[in-house]
């Protein structure tokens, strides 16, 4: 019997898997130019660890959690974000008594929410996404979004759109809960229940509310810029100028407060158009955060992060108008002629291979033909062949099946001729596809 995959579930096969793989490579590599550094933590954290942090209001908490107890009786969730995770792992190995403050990590990897699945939304999806734990003054938190534009400048988004907010400091907040407090009120028996149960818990949440009627409400709710205390006001219009000094574009938004309760001060969200000019929701999100390693058992110690959606990173790639799938390459698509070769074509594969190149063998005792098809299927640049007669002469067949010319090459000169071989082919490859363009 068949069985299907879990339901908010995807598989990630082929072109999508080598497109992830692209990805993760960029956003790597442009994180390590900032200094940045890989820290991998476990999939399954002590529930108590997202429930303190990500905070008892969110939707997270609420519904989304993958929770279990296992064999132990110990309550257990897969993460269903990182940030906690990364301040967890922060406090245990004292990085803040070790380490030069502020500590820069980068993270990637598979995350769980038991979310309603539809169009970019799954029930497991990956994130990739930094924190830098130590911050010293508004410069880091512009540091972070900078970083993050920057990754989606090397994955070729160019139209961003920056949406930035502020949700003020502690002071600002208690103000701003209170005038929100009292607004919704009147209101609040014609909001859903998940409305009535955030002005109990955290009357903040409600901004971020995607019912219909609810958001019409919220539309004309007090702004938390009228509540700013002179501090946060100050921060937020630094960063703000700074982003014109850089000529960023971005877009206020009042309504951002996002989805976990630990952000304080300034919160962003990436959002690219696709080619039709809709924004096909936050790729996406970040912001600066105050409590949460003392909250954890460290230093009091400020910190910004972010992180991006890969599923969505990738859709939104994908309606590129230029976007070309990443195709499978080989270097050699090795063909032995009958089983009783096999063994010799296999030296050369290995040989080859000891040479880092791309290379298939073909053990599946199929005539020339059907090798020759394969290897067209598998993009080989070169087919070597090796018959009887190769084997006795200790040499092989090379087609370049590109150009469609054939010669021998001993066996003893093979690896030395190998990378002018790939190289030439690769020289022609540009040559056929700038002929191509031109004739179109
Ligand atoms: P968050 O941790 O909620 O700030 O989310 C960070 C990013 O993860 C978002 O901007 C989205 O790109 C992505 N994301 C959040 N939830 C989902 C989901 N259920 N499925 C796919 N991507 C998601």
Redesign the pocket.
Known sequence: MEIKLAKGTHDILYDEAREFSEIEIIMRAVSETFGYEEIRTPIIEHSELFTRTVGESSDIVRKEMYEFLDKGNRLITLRP?FTASIVRSFVNNKLYATKDLPVKLYYCGPVF?Y?RPQA????Q?N?FGVELIGASSYFHDLEVMMLGYNILLALGLDNVEIRINTIGDEETRKNYVNALKEYFAPFIDTMCGDCKERLKLNPLRILDCKVEHDKEIVKKAPKIKDYLSKNAKEQFDSILEMLDEYEIKYVIDDELV???DYYSNVVF?YHVANNKGKSL??????GHYANLVEELGGPKLECCGL???L??VINIRKEAPEHKDIIKETDFYVMPLGKENFYNAYIVATALRSGCFITEICLEDKSLSAMFKRAERANAKFAVIIGDDEVNKDIVIMKNLLTKEQFEIKLDELMSKADELIDGCIEEHTHHEEHDYEKN
Do not use: K, N, P, V
């Open positions: 974000e929410r979310d970019g939304r799954y029930r999806f994130q996002r989805g976990l969200e929701g936050a790729i996406g999100g970040g992180s991006f959606g599923e969505r």
